[in-house]
């Protein structure tokens, strides 16, 4: 067994203690927030982040305030010293993993909200959702203060939520997404995965491939409306019990796209349900030159 | 006439070089936050500033987002070159003057709300307010970061919720209060004052003196509830056109007293029109130790 020489610190004061003497030295600094039950994913972010910053500081909270009362606060999955021997195999220096009372002290009562980006998709069928990311990530970057920030793509409206409040509350830090990691069959690797019993494992398999094939239908000038449509007979005709959108959407503030083939940077963004586990997943749609017919 | 030499800024990459350099030479620096039209009031901030930190910035913004439609964001008063002599005769090192767009660019969604403390007395009679504020503070505070920041006591409501606003979303800044500073009668200095006739001069200049009056009856244990009806009738009969609240508060948290008379440090404030301005004060009540047949 290897034994994690993670340093672990618990609370700001003495993150800010670490910080403060990176900076005193001169040095960049990356964070890479988590929730934890951590993944090849977020072992990317972290080399990621150590490749662009020469010190790297990940948190470990999982944040109460964006998990509705039915979701699944209670079962998701925690191994902090397990997440820490990972950390440490990916080159983070410090874990940042505080108690729910150091983030939210008694009397705590702001909110930070993000307005367009955060409203349709996973903002309309999690509607606590965003408030509470925003709320979370704009205090963890003021917390480290680091000169950037790592999150991974698979999440990819929140990266979009994120790089907006950053922007809008002049926090400065620059805010870098990493490329979804997948297993072999295209599954976006995700703590959840943890969920899916074998069979279900299987059909999450089919989404990634399903998703890709629509991708390369619309940048041959597939309508967008009939290849949202088809994607989601795919996806139940692969086993899925429930979506809740396939939609393709402007890949920079997510409104959809005004006409009907893709003709500008767009993003292709699912998610549905096996059985009682939920499942996102997105992809790159390039832009086509619109023909001149087109409407 | 006096020429100011006081550098002004414009942009927020400008007004972080000027910080930065601070921040290398080891210098704490100071922000005080303004809407401009300055006055005595507003140098005291800055000669407390000055005190506490070894540069001081000020900024002047007139944040269109704190001004509900039908308030008097067109005529609030405006003299940049007048204001930029007053704060260099204070000591004031530099002044950020950001036009609108710089401080909500095109696609700017994002807003910080604050909670409880926001919702009684200016926040119920101006239920657009602290918003504006709570979002504008955030963005001064993270485009300067400055060591400290310091608001006039004037407006005693906004102190506790920039306070409330910078602990909640771990803002690594001090906020500091400055007293108010008063006219010969008791006036307490505003840039709305301007706006004042001089018959309704004379009525605006008796609010201090009848709410010194009300805290001296409070701390003599004068039930609460017959002290805010005294007042009213006091303030009604010296002329004020309208009341908006007159309310003794918890000092901390603006909540309601629990008790009859006040039994802990609280706040007496008040917000009255004097035909079309506005007028808000507000003093200390001391605790007074409660009798044994108070309720």
Known sequence: MIESRLPIVRTVADLRSVTATWRREGK????????GALHEGHLSLVRLARARAGRVVASLFVNPRQFAAHEDLDIYPRDEAGDAA??????????FAPAPGEI???????????GAVSEPLEGAVRPH??????TVVTKLLLQALPDIAVFGEKDYQQILVIKRLARDLDIPVEIIGGETVREADGLAMSSRNAYLAPAERAIAGRLNAILRE???ALERRRPIETAEAELKQHIVAAGFS???????????DL???????VDRPARLLAAAWVGATRLIDNLPVMATPRAVNDV
Chains 1, 2 share one sequence.
């Open 28 to 35: 960049r600094f990356a964070l890479v927030p988590t929730m």
């Open 86 to 95: 990972l950390l440490a195999s990916a080159g983070c220096d410090i874990l």
């Open 104 to 114: 939210y002290p008694p009397g705590f009562s702001t909110s930070v909200s993000v």
């Open 129 to 134: 959702f965003f408030g509470g990311v925003a």
């Open 214 to 216: 629509g991708a390369l």
């Open 242 to 252: 429930k979506i809740d959108y396939v939609s393709v959407r402007d890949a920079e």
């Open 255 to 261: 409104t959809p796209l005004p006409h009907a083939t």
